[in-house]
């Protein structure tokens, strides 16, 4: 069963303790349980955030989750983990309440984070969501430089789905900033990227992009 080794793991280091008198089974068996809980409370707290995006729902549960995630990633000394955390605490502070300046902080953090063990994909989203807060600041060269800098990356590391999502990014701006022959661009480079990956939910947003840059 999945899990199974963690399970009797934890109940060998329990008997240790409880049964052998090995007191430092207590610290192993916290850390191993520690290792176990983060991961478990990322992803619960990333479904609960998809089903935000669909319904529009609020659960508090979310942010609680993310938190959560990332004090044990920080006891576990996990930069990465807990990088990816932080980013997605700000990510509740600013999709889900719609407050980029408390969510500001939680991307800086997250950013150098990542970037303190090169892990280049936590840092593409931090980053773009950096760019969404400038944007909304109105400062919309800052903005630019930071959603191309997420494209940027996601193009180093061969994240696609991700390449072609900042560039739909990169031409709303370029379209709420006066300038549709650059967002038509993105988008065109947009669609080829989602099309070469499957990336079809990209592809659906890449004519909901279209029709607001006619309309712009």
């Known amino acids: 069963m999945p899990g199974q080794d963690w399970v009797e793991r934890a109940g060998e280091l329990f008997e240790a303790a409880m049964f052998g008198g090995d007191a430092s089974a207590l610290d192993r068996s916290d850390a191993e349980l520690d290792a176990v809980e983060a991961p478990l409370s990322m992803a619960r707290g990333r ?17 609680a989750l993310f938190e959560r995630a990332a004090e044990l990633y920080g006891r576990l000394g996990d930069a990465s983990g807990e990088a990816d955390a932080l980013f997605w605490v700000g990510c509740w502070h600013q999709v889900v309440k719609g407050d980029g300046a408390t969510g500001r902080p939680y991307f800086e953090r997250s950013y150098a984070l990542a970037k303190s063990v090169d892990d280049r994909m936590t840092m593409s989203y931090a980053v773009r969501h950096l760019g969404f807060a400038d944007r909304d600041a109105g400062r919309f060269e800052q903005a630019r430089e930071r959603l191309a800098e997420s494209v940027a990356l996601r193009r180093e590391i061969g994240f696609r789905p991700g390449e072609a999502a900042g560039l739909v990014a990169l031409a709303y701006l370029a379209a709420e900033t006066g300038d549709p022959s650059t967002a038509f661009r993105h988008l065109d480079e947009a669609r080829s990227v989602a099309e070469e990956c499957g990336a079809k939910a990209v592809s659906g947003w890449i004519e ?8 712009s």
């Not at 479904?47 to 942010?63: I, K, M």
């Not at 909901?208 to 309309?215: G, H, L």
């Open 47 to 63: 479904v609960l955030h998809v089903r935000f995006l669909n319904d529009r729902e609020e659960d508090g549960r979310e942010l």
């Open 208 to 215: 909901q992009a279209r029709a607001f840059v006619r309309s």
